[in-house]
């Protein structure tokens, strides 16, 4: 009898723990610091470098290093890696060993509401526009309708294409480049980071965050691309941070603002 009612205990436990509140399963995880599973976690860098310009190549490249040594300061394992087109940020990331590792994951380059792109040498013949990732097939069929273009090269590639599971449950994406998310705030020009901050948090990473740039970036050579307005989304909203809804501190946004935005947002209690 009593071997019963223990059996009979821990299969409620379990489910209790199965049906537990998700809010209160995101506090636990942003309150402890853990993320969802073991240590170490994994950063990676993916710096374009297929622009026409060298410059902007190197650019992008020296602020990735910068990014590194600072990660590798918080013991992250970090990678830096140069990237050409679409298809090659998406394998970065499915190619990672472990599922639920990617703590950070930052993509430098030039970027639009569409989505990232990378810029040929003119030269070479190629279209600028089939090497992009894009944040949906549909925004590809919008481009080919309205620029009477075939995009059908397999360096292309779609937020769908990431198989969202290698990130961490808290994990921080940063899109480092003009105008990911508009020139101005509210002018509707966000739909690739609203897909992809979407998708991370159908993939249950839900204290996942992208940041994204409003605007130009400026003074890159003094601050990097940390500077300038910046806003933070999960799960296709515009978080609130310290009351409003763009950063515009320069250097890294620190965590304990993030999770605090997220707790506001959630309405998890202290």
């Not at 992008?60 to 087109?85: C, L, P």
């Not at 590639?157 to 480092?176: G, Q, T």
């Not at 839900?206 to 409003?214: E, Q």
């Not at 806003?231 to 501190?249: D, F, P, R, T």
């Amino acid at each position: 009898m009593a071997e019963k009612w223990k059996d009979n205990t821990k299969k409620w436990q379990q489910a209790s723990e199965k049906w537990k509140n998700p809010l209160q399963k995101m506090k636990d995880k942003l309150d402890s610091g853990k993320s969802a599973i073991v240590k170490p976690t994994e950063a990676k860098i993916l710096a374009s470098a297929f622009n026409r310009v060298d410059s902007d190549n190197e650019t992008f490249y020296r602020a990735g290093s910068d990014y590194k040594a600072e990660y590798e300061a918080k013991g992250i394992v970090t990678r830096i890696v140069q990237v050409y087109n679409g298809r090659d940020i998406v394998e970065e990331i499915n190619n990672l060993s472990n599922d639920g590792k990617l703590k950070r994951l930052d993509l430098l380059g030039h970027a639009s509401s569409q989505g990232l792109f990378f810029k040929e040498d003119i030269n070479l013949g190629l279209d600028i526009r089939k090497v992009n990732l894009y944040s949906n097939k549909q925004v590809i069929q919008d481009v080919e309708t309205a620029e009477n273009l075939k995009i059908s090269s397999p360096d292309a590639a779609v937020l769908s294409d990431i198989n969202f599971a290698k990130f961490d449950y808290a994990c921080r994406i940063e899109i480092h480049g003009c105008a990911a998310a508009g020139d101005v705030f509210g002018d509707g020009l966000d739909l690739f980071v609203k897909e992809f901050s979407i998708l991370l948090f159908n993939a249950g990473k839900s204290a996942g965050v992208v940041i994204v740039h409003i605007g130009a970036c400026k003074d890159i050579s003094q601050y990097g691309y940390r500077h300038g307005t910046r806003v933070a989304y999960n799960n296709g909203k515009i978080l609130s941070i310290n009351g409003q809804y763009i950063y515009e501190e320069k250097g890294d946004i620190p965590d304990i603002v993030i999770k605090t935005a997220l707790k506001q947002k959630y309405n998890i209690q202290e």
